[in-house]
Structures are given as structure tokens and as C-alpha cells.
């Protein structure tokens, strides 16, 4: 597939978050030492038509642009003047990969691209040139070049304004360039991709890269970047969770914790889970007291919602009148706000408008909220929940009232408030024993294979079966076995494999399964595993839609001949008769005049026609099996 070069780059795709732009245009400047060189704003570039390259691979600038996000613009691009604005003669692949980004809003156009600026009458020769001689140099062999330039003494900023690039984007060949030899040598040999590398640069641990290494070669699917990450991370909380966003960040730091930047992402890992966890359990105290303060019948903190909480009643708390001091400043915010957004549509925002956007909101939220009252009737009457752990921790329903609630006098409301006090153990240290003691189970139970067996089998009937009738129906009217054949099978299957058994149901299951043998527990797998089955969507006839039910069906001589047969009703009166007549044919007959002929007419036709040749469609027909 290939893709021929735009003229003029696209428009970038507008989005509808808030964006950041400079209010001034990027000027046109020449960086120091660089006498040859010429930084350019994007969107004053095009597609010249001197450049002899017309057409490239669609694949390979996706792989370009995915590159330069990654590394930056190594090469610069050769330009000729065309009034105030310039077209690229050599480098057209980067132009357009540049373009794609921009599409993407991966950069912004009045990014600046280091140009070498030529004469019309050099423009195609050196288009010509570069097209015909260039050798594309391996991205490894690029991130060992910078790697020596800091082995020769250069610093980063040196680096970066000989080769016109930013000191971030230096940062980031440098960190590419110290992964382990064997990823390295993986890279070289495509066994893994750039993005791959890149997730590998966040341990610094050659030892725990060539593990996880390992595990990425011998994955059969495409390995994530971000399963990199966390398997190289293991232990560590990553930035954007909510017991970080709970914690705060800078709580975190303050407290002396340590976070592992990402280079190639935009979260990093908080490395001291104890800290972490040690810090969100005092919030959490520090939360509850708060309610206990504002006078609440009951205060709990819950690791997940009681099955009874979305029937419950919930109060909502009465609207107050703000302050006449708040009211003006409500006032003053919402103002505020509107004259940002009009200059949003205009123009676009700084970042310090951006910031400043983002605080009057809170402040307008907080200063809302606080028009919010609860009533001494309502507070005796309900109380409040607050999540302990996971996406939720830190959560708060304010105003629950429990079934069957009833006031308290003051001694047991006393008595409650002591028996609510903060746990001895941390959340944070419960979960992570209750992960171990799952895994010790695993572990226990890996020593006996009948035993796994047994417990996969009660999963299967507790969620298929366990809250339903211990018999399973089966259509049984002569019209539902004569339209539904395999359907009915299946149901007769599992009918006469499992009602006999009188499976119970609730805390008696494994009892019961405790009692039955290995082949009994494999026919109770049998039925149970049934409805997992599933043919798919893909054509069989095509190998490159080849899934694991069609190797399936080979292996166990599979013809959906025994089960459906076409014919007009179920499926040729559904097709055009132009279809009609191609299967006819298909099927080893002569269709006649058919574009003369009646729809229906020509359905009865081919369905006599597929049943004396056993025709399927073809997207239905098992590989191997007989066909027309």
C-alpha cells in the first residue's frame, strides 16, 4: 500500500480540550553553531513539487512518525523559499510523518523544524541525491552515537544544539541507550519494537530487563509498552493511581518518598508503597475524624458497597444562601471564567490561563459546596461511608441511612464512635496480604490436580448455576428440534448429564463436589464448559481470518451439514438474485435466465440444487470436509 505525498499539509485536527498556543508567532531563527541550519515553524512548510520523491509506503510513516514522537527530528529537512513560506525538497517522508503527528495533535504546527535552506536550482538535484544515496541508519545505531558523544565529554545541552534538537529529546536517545545488550540486540533484530525499548528504560536494572525480556519473546501476542513497565516495576505504584491522586504527590515527597520518572510516558512510578500506604491510611483518619466532628450518627470506613446500598435512601443536603461576600466573589469567578473562554475560541490559552482556569474552577466548586447544609436531624438520622481501598479510596457517601435504622441515644452513639476506631492494621498492608494468602492457596492447590479441578468446576456452577434451578430446560416441541436442532442437542446434553446429579446450590456445593470423583467432575466440566464454545465470526475459507474454532471443528470432523442445510426459507429468499444465481452455480447447476426470473422461483431452485450436491456457503464449510 502506498501513499503519495500531500502538497500541503493537513490541518490539524482541533480538540475539544482547552489548547495551549503562543500568542506570538515562532520566529524564523538560526541556531548557534550551526551555520547551515535554519529553525522553521511547521506550519509555514509544504510539499514541494522539486522533490522527486512521489510516493512512499503508508506503513512507513507510521512507523516515522512513531519514531520522531519518540526521538525527535534527527535529520533536517532541505527547503527552497517560496514567498513567506517554504517547500520541503528533501525530506519528504519526515514532512509528511511530521504531518501525521500534527493530525494526531501529537505536535502543535507552530513547532519548529530545523531546515537547510537551498536555491531552486539546487532543489532537485539534491532531492535526486539524497532519494538515490540515502541508507536509512538503524535508531540503535543512532542512540549509541549520542551515547558517545557524552563518553567524549559533551553535556546534554552541548549535544543538543549541535544536532538542533531538544535537551529532552537528547535525554531520551541517551536512556534508549542504556538498556541492556540483549534488548538492544532484540531491537536490531525486530524481535521488539521502539515502543518496546522505550518501556524498557524505566529500571535501570539490566538484570530485571533481560527477565522481562525473556517473557516478551516468549509471549505469543504482541506485548504491551505498559505491561513492560509494570512488570518491570512490580511493587511500585504508578503516578496516575488513585491512591497517589488521594495522597498527593507532593505529600508523598515531602514525606521523603522517591518517584522513577518515565521518560516516554506521562506517569511515573512512587517507589515507597509502605510510605504511600502509611500516608493514605492518616488522610483516611484524618477524613473520618472530620465527620465524626461534624456530629454524624455513624462513621465507617469499607473496602467495597454493602449489597444493600443502592436500595437505601440517600439525604441530600439542604441549598443555604452564600455570604454576601462569597455571592460577589462567586461573581467575580464566573466572569473570570467566561472571559477565558472566549479567548479560548479566539485565539487559544497560555499556560498560565490554562492554570488559572483550572483554580477558579476548584475555588467555584469549594465555595458552591459550602452553600451545602446538613441538618442535626439528618445527620442523627444517616451517616457516611468512605471507601478504603482501590479506584475508590478516599470516596465518601455522605448521607446513607442503613435499613431499619433507629436513633441512638448518646451512650451507644459514644459506644459506636469507640468501636469505629482507626484499624491496627493499614489497608495498604491488608491488601498485600490478602494478595499473599491467595497466592499461597494457588500454590497449595498446585499440588493437587484433582483438587483445581474441583474448584474450577464450583466456579463454573456458581456463575451459571448456582442461583438459577438446579434443572436445566431443554426445548421439547417438535417445531423447536425441527428449526433448532443443535441448540436443542446442547440442552438435552447438559440435561441428562446434570439433572441426575441434583446438584445443590449456596454454601452446599462444595461439599457435594468434595464427594465426587475425577470422571464425574470432568462430566460436570463437560456441560458446564458448553456455552464457552463459540464459533466466531470468521470466514473459515480464509486463512488469514484463521481462529482456534475452525482448528477445532477440523479436528473433530466437524460438517455443519448435519445440523443446517440451506434452503429457501432460512436463507436464499434473505439474498439478492444476482447471489442467488452465483451459488446456483456454485453448487453444480444452471441458474438459466435468471435476471427474468421470480425471487422466489429461484430461491425453491437452489435450495433443491444445494441439497442434492451437500452445497454450504463457504464461510460455513470446515476445512477438510467435502465440499460442492
Request: some cysteine; glycine content about 6%.
Amino acid at each position: 500500500m502506498s501513499a503519495t505525498l500531500r502538497s500541503e499539509p493537513k490541518k490539524a485536527t482541533t480538540k475539544p480540550a482547552r489548547k495551549t498556543t503562543s500568542k506570538t508567532p515562532t520566529p524564523i531563527t538560526t541556531p548557534a553553531n550551526d551555520t547551515d541550519g535554519t529553525r522553521i515553524p511547521f506550519s509555514k512548510l509544504f510539499r514541494s513539487p522539486l522533490n522527486v520523491r512521489r510516493t512512499v509506503p503508508a506503513i512507513a510513516i507510521e512507523e516515522l512518525a512513531d519514531n520522531l514522537k519518540a526521538v525527535g527530528l534527527i535529520q533536517s529537512l532541505v527547503v527552497v523559499p517560496d514567498g513567506d513560506r517554504f517547500g520541503v525538497v528533501a525530506g519528504g517522508r519526515r514532512f509528511l510523518a511530521m504531518s501525521l503527528l500534527v493530525e494526531r495533535g501529537d505536535w502543535t504546527e507552530d513547532k519548529s523544524v530545523l531546515c537547510r535552506i537551498v536555491t531552486p536550482e539546487e532543489a532537485e538535484e539534491i532531492s535526486l541525491a539524497e532519494n538515490v544515496q540515502r541508507h536509512a541508519m538503524h535508531p540503535a545505531d543512532q542512540f549509541e552515537a549520542f551515547a558517545r558523544q557524552v563518553e567524549l565529554g559533551r553535556s546534554v545541552e552541548q549535544i543538543a544544539q549541535r544536532f538542533g534538537v531538544s535537551a529532552s529529546i537528547v535525554a531520551k536517545r541517551l536512556k534508549l541507550a542504556s538498556v541492556s545488550p540483549a534488548v538492544m540486540s532484540a531491537f536490531r533484530q525486530d524481535q521488539v519494537t521502539l515502543e518496546q525499548v522505550s518501556a524498557f528504560t524505566v529500571a535501570d536494572d539490566h538484570e530485571a530487563q533481560d527477565s522481562v525480556l525473556q517473557w516478551v519473546l516468549d509471549t505469543h501476542f504482541q506485548v504491551a509498552p505498559h505491561s513492560i513497565k509494570n512488570r518491570l516495576m512490580q511493587g511500585a505504584v504508578p503516578e496516575s493511581s488513585r491512591i497517589v491522586s488521594f495522597v498527593g504527590l507532593d505529600t508523598y515527597r515531602a514525606a521523603g518518598g522517591t518517584v522513577v520518572q518515565d521518560l516516554f510516558g506521562e506517569n511515573g512510578f512512587l517507589t515507597d508503597t509502605p510510605l504511600l500506604h502509611e500516608l493514605a491510611e492518616k488522610k483516611l483518619g484524618e477524613v473520618e475524624a472530620g465527620f465524626r466532628a461534624e456530629g454524624w450518627s455513624w462513621v465507617e470506613r469499607i473496602t467495597d458497597r454493602p449489597s444493600w446500598f443502592y436500595s437505601t435512601p440517600r439525604l441530600s443536603p439542604k441549598q443555604a444562601e452564600p455570604t454576601a461576600e462569597d455571592a460577589a466573589r462567586i461573581e467575580a469567578i464566573a466572569d473570570r471564567l467566561t472571559e477565558i473562554e472566549e479567548n479560548e475560541q479566539s485565539q487559544g490559552l497560555t499556560d498560565e490561563e490554562n492554570e488559572e482556569y483550572d483554580a477558579l474552577t476548584a475555588e467555584l466548586e469549594a465555595l458552591q459546596n459550602a452553600a451545602h447544609l446538613w441538618s442535626a436531624e439528618q445527620k442523627e438520622q444517616a451517616g457516611v461511608f468512605i471507601m478504603t481501598e482501590g479506584a475508590e479510596i478516599g470516596t465518601t457517601y455522605v448521607g446513607v441511612v442503613k435499613p431499619g435504622a433507629k436513633k441512638k441515644d448518646a451512650a451507644s452513639a459514644s459506644t459506636a464512635e469507640n468501636d469505629s476506631a482507626v484499624p491496627t492494621i493499614p489497608n495498604g498492608l491488608m491488601e498485600t496480604l490478602y494478595r499473599e494468602r491467595t497466592a499461597a492457596l494457588q500454590a497449595t492447590l498446585a499440588r493437587d490436580s484433582v483438587m483445581v479441578l474441583r474448584v474450577l468446576v464450583h466456579a463454573l456452577l456458581m456463575q451459571h448455576h448456582g442461583a438459577m434451578s438446579p434443572r436445566f430446560e431443554t426445548p421439547e416441541t417438535p417445531h423447536d428440534k425441527a428449526t433448532n436442532p443443535a441448540m436443542c442437542a446442547v440442552a438435552e446434553y447438559r440435561l441428562e448429564r446434570l439433572n441426575p446429579l441434583r446438584i445443590p446450590q449456596d454454601d452446599r456445593l462444595w461439599p457435594w463436589l468434595l464427594g465426587r470423583t475425577e470422571s464425574e467432575l470432568v462430566e460436570i466440566l463437560a456441560a458446564c464448559a458448553l456455552p464457552f464454545v463459540n464459533a466466531g465470526k470468521e470466514d473459515w475459507s480464509e486463512d488469514r481470518q484463521r481462529g482456534s474454532s475452525r482448528d477445532i471443528a477440523a479436528s473433530i470432523g466437524f460438517d455443519m451439514r448435519e445440523w443446517w442445510k440451506p434452503d429457501a426459507d432460512n436463507f436464499f429468499r434473505s439474498l439478492t438474485k444476482s447471489t442467488i444465481a452465483d451459488y446456483i452455480t456454485e453448487a453444480g447447476a444452471n441458474p438459466g435466465d435468471w435476471q427474468k426470473a421470480k425471487r422466489d422461483a429461484l430461491a425453491t431452485d437452489a435450495a433443491k440444487a444445494a441439497a442434492e450436491s451437500g452445497w454450504l456457503p463457504a464461510f460455513l464449510r470446515t476445512p477438510g470436509a467435502a465440499a460442492a
